[in-house]
């Protein structure tokens, strides 16, 4: 996952779903291409968002996180090496890969109108300045979701 200032027993504290898990997600609003194809660069959307991303996604998918490490610590395996990992902890990886998901499709549902504000504003300009504002829209609809103890977060 796109992250910032992580290590491995530790919840990065900044954090962007990666392109693999946008396009998986199957998602309505333009931003997520224009996120998945870099138009909209990552380390903008760390900044803009990501520290609330974290939050939101260790709240409903880190269990999965947590025991996708553990199993890989236990075994002392090499996270390059799927091939040999994923029979053994492919399990916890493919629930959290899923949580991700329903994650973003909650994102995508609760904060359309600021996502496609920010697309809009993408799209026009590559000034950061003029994405500021946008932008903490989004992060600000991200914390709410986070904060939101009713949130329910459906994957398969």
Same mark, same amino acid.
């Given at each position: 996952?796109?992250?910032?200032?992580?290590?491995?027993?530790?919840?990065?504290?900044?954090?962007?779903? !990666?392109? !693999?898990?946008?396009?998986?997600? =199957?998602?309505?609003?333009? +931003? +997520?291409?224009?996120?998945?194809?870099? !138009?909209? #660069?990552?380390?903008?959307?760390?900044?803009?968002?990501?520290?609330?991303?974290? /939050?939101?996604? =260790?709240?409903?998918?880190?269990?999965?996180?947590?025991?996708?490490?553990?199993?890989?610590?236990?075994?002392?395996? @090499?996270?390059? %090496?799927?091939?040999? +990992?994923? #029979?053994?902890?492919?399990?916890?990886?493919?629930? &959290?890969?899923?949580? /991700?998901?329903? /994650?973003?499709? &909650?994102? %995508?549902?609760?904060?359309?109108?600021?996502?496609?504000?920010?697309?809009?504003?993408?799209?026009? !300009?590559? @000034? &950061?300045?003029?994405?500021?504002?946008?932008?903490?829209?989004?992060?600000?609809?991200?914390?709410?979701?986070?904060? %939101?103890?009713?949130?329910? /977060? =459906?994957? %398969?």
């Amino acid at each position: 996952m796109g992250q910032s200032g992580s290590s491995a027993n530790k919840q990065p504290a900044r954090l962007v779903p !990666t392109s !693999t898990q946008i396009r998986r997600a =199957e998602l309505q609003s333009k +931003w +997520w291409a224009l996120q998945a194809s870099g !138009t909209a #660069p990552a380390p903008l959307c760390l900044q803009a968002y990501g520290a609330e991303y974290a /939050v939101l996604s =260790e709240k409903h998918c880190g269990q999965h996180k947590k025991e996708h490490q553990r199993c890989m610590q236990k075994g002392k395996l @090499d996270p390059l %090496d799927m091939s040999k +990992w994923y #029979p053994i902890c492919g399990e916890p990886y493919e629930q &959290e890969n899923a949580c /991700v998901a329903g /994650v973003l499709k &909650e994102v %995508d549902k609760q904060c359309s109108a600021q996502l496609e504000k920010a697309a809009a504003m993408v799209s026009s !300009t590559q @000034d &950061e300045a003029a994405l500021q504002g946008p932008l903490q829209a989004l992060a600000r609809c991200v914390s709410k979701m986070a904060a %939101d103890k009713a949130l329910k /977060v =459906e994957y %398969d």
